[in-house]
């Protein structure tokens, strides 16, 4: 449990079995009031792709969801809950750069905190939702960074996606993959994949 203001996060901690840590990432959920947690299959194996690139992963609960305490904040809770989780990461990793990886929901609250905290030097979302959030922060986000989405995402139109991708800093990578949809039902070893070959290919400081 990670303590978060006035309520406690339920958390999973794993590394990688083999090598020496390369850095460490927080992982963050889909929405809340949508069944989103951290055990989530599309960030369960963003965790996994983390640590096959020699990151520890952290995966929380945002409050109000499983064991987590409080109620769902409409994102301004959560942001809180993403700064306290990145502390408590980086009390346990002081040595170590820090990254962040959220997915729909978890990357439009994810995101911005990342943006604007000096603590996290690199950034993947995963179908982010801009047809239901703001992501125009992005614009001005000079970190590393992956994002990730489906070209029949039900929540991000290619219309959508491809102003944000003319817009955004050569340090942002964008990737489309064909045929898959929000929840990447057939395509979640191909989300893997990328996220492995993103993190493997950081040199962070």
């Not at 994810?110 to 950034?123: E, Y």
């Not at 001005?140 to 955004?168: E, M």
Request: with cysteine.
């Amino acid at each position: 449990m990670i303590p978060a203001g006035s309520v406690q996060l339920e958390a999973s901690l794993r590394q990688p079995k083999h090598g020496v840590l390369r850095g460490a990432a927080v992982l963050c959920h889909p929405h809340p009031l949508h069944g989103g947690t951290m055990d989530n299959r599309v960030v369960y194996r963003a965790g996994e792709a983390a640590m096959t690139a020699g990151f520890a992963a952290l995966r929380f609960n945002f409050r109000g969801v499983g064991a987590s305490t409080g109620f769902f904040e409409e994102g301004i809770g959560e942001s809180e809950d993403v700064s306290s989780v990145i502390t408590w990461l980086e009390n346990k990793f002081p040595d170590l750069p820090l990254a962040l990886i959220g997915y729909s929901f978890g990357a439009w609250v994810g995101l911005q905190v990342g943006c604007l905290d000096p603590r996290i030097k690199a950034m993947t979302g995963i179908g982010i939702p801009l047809d239901s959030y703001d992501f125009d922060f992005l614009y001005a986000n000079r970190k590393p960074a992956l994002l990730i989405v489906g070209s029949q995402d039900q929540f991000c139109s290619q219309g959508s996606y491809s102003a944000l991708a003319h817009r955004l800093p050569e340090t942002s990578q964008v990737y489309t993959i064909n045929g898959a949809d929000h929840f990447f039902s057939d395509d979640v070893d191909e989300v893997q994949h990328l996220i492995a070959d993103f993190f493997s290919d950081l040199e962070l400081k």
